[in-house]
């Protein structure tokens, strides 16, 4: 199945600080910032672009409960995980099945603008958060 990267995610401590570092210095315009209070997410994120290309930065808003928070405290900031935009996702899943690769139970959700996403499950990938993602309502190519 054909994958492009859609985004990459950045766990960020300062959300502000890391906007303005993406605006002022790789010239990204902020597309959206939001707040997710969904189980397993808790974050605020700023969606950014730099060149056409996609930068979610990821604030946890949960220190004891945030995915985002524990990567932090146990990584420190930085990359978070990589997605990369598949045709359609149950196909992707599937195909993901047959070679052995798991996904984190809990993570298939939709987020606010309409992304189909799931985890791929980092002790299949060499500790690399993988997300797979599509758009139901968007042309694949």
Do not use: W
Not at 18 to 40: H, K, M, P, T, W
Not at 109 to 137: F, Q, S, V
């Amino acid at each position: 199945m054909k994958k492009k990267i859609d985004h990459i995610g950045i766990a960020v401590r300062d959300l502000d600080n890391s906007i303005s570092i993406y605006e002022n210095v790789l010239g990204g315009i902020l597309i959206d910032r939001y707040q997710s209070d969904a189980v397993g997410v808790e974050s605020e994120i700023a969606i950014m672009e730099v060149n056409g290309d996609r930068i979610e930065l990821l604030s946890p808003t949960n220190n004891s409960t945030s995915p985002i928070a524990r990567f932090i405290k146990q990584k420190g900031k930085g990359v978070h995980h990589i997605a990369y935009q598949v045709g359609n996702l149950d196909e992707a899943i599937k195909e993901l099945e047959v070679k052995g690769i798991r996904i984190l139970a809990g993570s298939l959700r939709i987020n606010k603008h309409g992304r189909r996403l799931i985890y791929l499950n980092p002790a299949d990938t060499e500790g690399t958060i993988i997300e797979y993602c599509d758009y139901p309502d968007e042309h694949f190519e």
